[in-house]
């Protein structure tokens, strides 16, 4: 039964968002004086959202087999550790973009770059095949290039940091 | 037209334009080749490349890329049996007995020949029908607009994924995300938390590449990075008999024409259409047993479908503003960055873009199947560049992207903001397209609503009595209705 929950879960969430959705476009004041203001499309939307999401989860619940037949969930199912494991490692790159994009700011784009560039080929590549120098090594050279090459023939300017 | 189309090919026929073109295709082929690197990732990663260039220019890489990354799919298909893009699925069932019967090189020619063609045929098609739709759709006014878009917003949700209704959630969050920012007409700010930065909405590029790229690179971070097998290729022998040849002429054409069809529709592109257009090959086939076993047809039908998407999902950003699939919205966030107005008035302001457009498409197209006959070694060895290192550098390129468009980190927020969000809809099987369509289509749909509102004076009748409205308006409720139906079919009948 564990594969009918993720239809479960995407109801509830999406029935979260239109109650949001529609709270928060209670507070609209209408600017003009045509027949409808800023306020209207998201409330509409909002109540699609939540009358779908509400028949949804209703047919989600009472019928699970219907939803899911695709074998790609009876694997999933299989593994459950392994799912887990997964989660991690998506967690940890997620954590990991989010660390990068905050130290740009502090230290530069540059060297985030090559911390990020390195950490993340040793976080994707198994134990037996990590060569951390041959990864630093391509960090450098692909950080160093990218920000030159932008900065010189695209005029994107990215920041500089601390070695600016 | 002639006149036009000429006055195109001279403004492309440039050094600097045909050399964007040039590495355009290149590109697009190598990240079509790769496995896990898709074509809408390629525009990604290009479109901050193009912010310094006009847009003639601009715009020709983008096509180089497009047609590129379509293509490139077939060698890792045919070698491999792994897709390089969604759309050389199919490629597989018959391309990898090939190569295995020792025919790989009769099976790209076919696959390549099929694609030049079904392309050269979609782009021509393309070039007849965009210009006189675009001036049918300048006769729209907002009640059309609005019929217009809910019936593709529709299409699009019941058309992308299994379910219509995760389709249709994912449209209407799309619309939600496009209403962050001031609001059109009133400009009263909506939803933006008490950011400034969001005053303007969420800025479409890390929108898009959050969901296609980021997301993917996500999906990709669950594994540890499997590498490509290394792929030792002898010499390729790729004579193929004219007579042999030409005995597909009429899978090709069929082929060609639903590829053409299926890429106009939105909602779907090459991806669907390779496997209806072999399906269908199978399906009239004297030998429906030998397919799956080596049957060029089968080659042919896949490849000749991918590649007449493509002019086919051009038809409806350049004559109404309305992106068909993933790669098209990327191409439409390329003529917004480069102050295009996408819609019908596209082709009145800027026909030389447009004719430009069409031209570097041509271009595009020979040079694809150039380079593959040509270049098929280096591409095969690209097969084999590790991955854990191409990803990191990919997202690398993604954040320059989306801070380029602004020139500040808040939109490599909502880069990787998007990209989470990509990555539970994936997880979840929720369809992204949908999302992206509502998320631009969305802004369109409330101004043209409002617009229409302003003009009746508060009723809403004239969105039903306007014919050109009432029809689209129908033809939604159908497209509902018809998907409603096949699927308690095929309940019934599973």
Not at chain 2, 113 to 129: E, N, P, R, Y
Not at chain 2, 164 to 187: E, N, R, T
């Amino acid at each position: 039964m564990k594969h009918m929950s993720r239809d479960v879960y995407i109801s509830i969430i999406f029935l979260i968002i239109s109650i949001l959705v529609f709270s928060m476009s209670l507070n609209m004041q209408a600017l003009t004086t045509s027949a409808v203001g800023a306020d209207f499309l998201p409330k509409v939307i909002a109540i699609l959202i939540f009358v779908l999401s509400s028949y949804f989860l209703i047919v989600s619940i009472k019928n699970p087999v219907g939803n899911v037949v695709d074998d790609t969930d009876e694997m999933e199912e299989i593994n459950d550790s392994d799912e887990s494991k997964k989660f991690t490692r998506v967690l940890l790159t997620g954590l990991l973009m989010i660390i990068y994009v905050f130290l740009i700011n502090f230290i530069g784009f540059i060297l985030a770059s090559i911390l990020y560039l390195t950490v993340q080929m040793v976080l994707f590549s198994s134990v037996t095949k990590r060569n951390i120098i041959v990864y630093l090594l391509i960090s450098i050279v692909t950080s160093v290039f990218i920000y030159f090459v932008f900065r010189n023939i695209f005029y994107v300017m990215l920041p500089s940091g601390i070695l600016g | 037209m002639f006149e036009l189309l000429l006055d195109g090919i001279n403004s492309v026929f440039t050094f600097k334009i045909i050399l964007l073109i040039v590495a355009g295709v290149f590109l697009g082929l190598v990240f079509g080749s790769i496995p896990g690197l898709t074509a809408t990732m390629a525009i990604a990663i290009c479109l901050p490349i193009t912010y310094g260039m006009d847009s003639v220019a601009g715009m020709s890489l983008l096509m180089g890329l497009y047609i590129g990354g379509v293509s490139g799919g077939l060698i890792p298909a045919i070698l491999l049996k792994l897709p390089g893009t969604p759309s050389s699925i199919a490629t597989t069932f018959d391309g990898y007995p090939m190569a295995q019967k020792g025919e790989a090189g009769k099976a790209f020619t076919y696959a390549i020949t099929a694609s030049f063609f079904g392309g050269l045929i979609s782009i021509i098609a393309l070039m007849l029908i965009a210009p006189p739709l675009g001036r049918v759709a300048l006769q729209f006014g907002p009640f059309e607009f609005f019929a217009i878009v809910v019936f593709s917003l529709t299409l699009i949700s019941s058309l992308s994924g299994d379910s219509i209704i995760k389709g249709i959630l994912a449209a209407a969050l799309g619309i939600v995300f496009g209403m962050v920012g001031s609001a059109p007409i009133d400009a009263f700010p909506r939803f933006t938390f008490g950011f400034d930065s969001l005053d303007a909405g969420f800025d479409l590029l890390p929108v898009l590449i959050g969901l296609f790229a980021v997301s993917e690179i996500l999906i990709t971070a669950e594994q540890k990075v499997k590498n490509n097998k290394k792929k030792k290729m002898n010499k390729i022998q790729y004579r193929v008999k004219l007579k042999e040849f030409l005995s597909q002429k009429w899978n090709f054409l069929r082929s060609t024409l639903m590829g053409l069809g299926i890429g106009i529709l939105p909602g779907i592109g090459g991806g669907t259409a390779n496997i209806i257009a072999y399906a269908t090959a199978k399906n009239v086939s004297k030998t429906p047993e030998e397919f799956g076993k080596g049957h060029p047809g089968g080659v042919v039908a896949s490849e000749s479908s991918n590649n007449a998407a493509i002019g086919g999902a051009l038809v409806p950003l350049i004559s109404l503003g309305i992106p068909g699939d993933t790669v098209t919205a990327m191409l439409l966030g390329g003529l917004v960055l480069h102050g295009l107005q996408p819609g019908p008035m596209l082709i009145q302001n800027h026909g030389d873009v447009v004719y430009g457009i069409f031209a570097a498409l041509i271009i595009a197209n020979v040079l694809m199947a150039l380079f593959l006959f040509l270049g098929m070694r280096v591409f095969v060895k690209l097969l084999s560049i590790p991955q854990q290192i191409l990803l990191p550098i990919i997202f690398i390129l993604c954040v320059v992207g989306a801070f380029g468009v602004n020139n500040r980190i808040f939109d490599v927020g909502s880069l990787i903001f998007f990209g989470i969000i990509g990555y539970f809809m994936i997880k979840g099987k929720v369809p992204l397209t949908p999302l992206v369509l509502g998320f631009i289509l969305g802004p369109i749909l409330e101004t043209n609503l409002r617009r229409g509102l302003m003009l009746s004076e508060g009723s809403f009748v004239p969105f039903l009595t306007e014919p050109i409205a009432a029809v689209f308006l129908l033809l939604t409720v159908f497209s509902i209705g018809l998907k409603l139906f096949m699927n308690y079919r095929k309940k019934v009948s599973g």
